[in-house]
């Protein structure tokens, strides 16, 4: 996993929810950016797999953005945006297997018939004959 941390910036702002005086008067939700395009990290190929597994979180400026308001401290919320961040792109390198498919085996298709023919034929006995 490549470490492109140093490419991102942060900003801050103040936080919504519990935490009184704390939450009027300091900045503790703190937003992560990242530019993929820009990233000296990443091959142009992954940089194509990243823009578009993550098309629906760039903006249009070509940023990748992650907030983190969980935590009182500003430098915890940092971390965890980072690593939200890491994740992120982490999981979105991940290039699916192909599927391949299967065929049924011969002998799992002559049971199947096999078990077909044994049906018929129970319910064909039990009809009976009434020539009455």
Not at 11 to 30: D, F, H, L
Request: charged share 35%; glycine share 4%.
């Amino acid at each position: 996993m490549n470490d492109f941390s140093r490419e991102v910036f942060f900003r801050t702002a103040r936080s919504g929810g519990k935490g009184g005086q704390n939450v009027n008067k300091v900045e503790t939700m703190v937003e992560a950016w990242w530019c993929p395009d820009s990233s000296v990290h990443f091959t142009e190929e992954e940089k194509a797999l990243l823009k578009d597994k993550l098309k629906n979180r760039i903006n249009k400026d070509g940023y990748l953005m992650v907030r983190s308001s969980e935590s009182r401290s500003q430098l915890e919320n940092k971390s965890i945006a980072l690593e939200k961040l890491k994740t992120l792109v982490t999981q979105s390198l991940i290039i699916p297997k192909k599927r391949k498919p299967t065929k049924i085996s011969k002998a799992a298709k002559e049971r199947r018939l096999e078990s077909k023919r044994r049906d018929a034929m129970k319910k064909q006995l039990r009809r009976g004959n009434n020539y009455d």
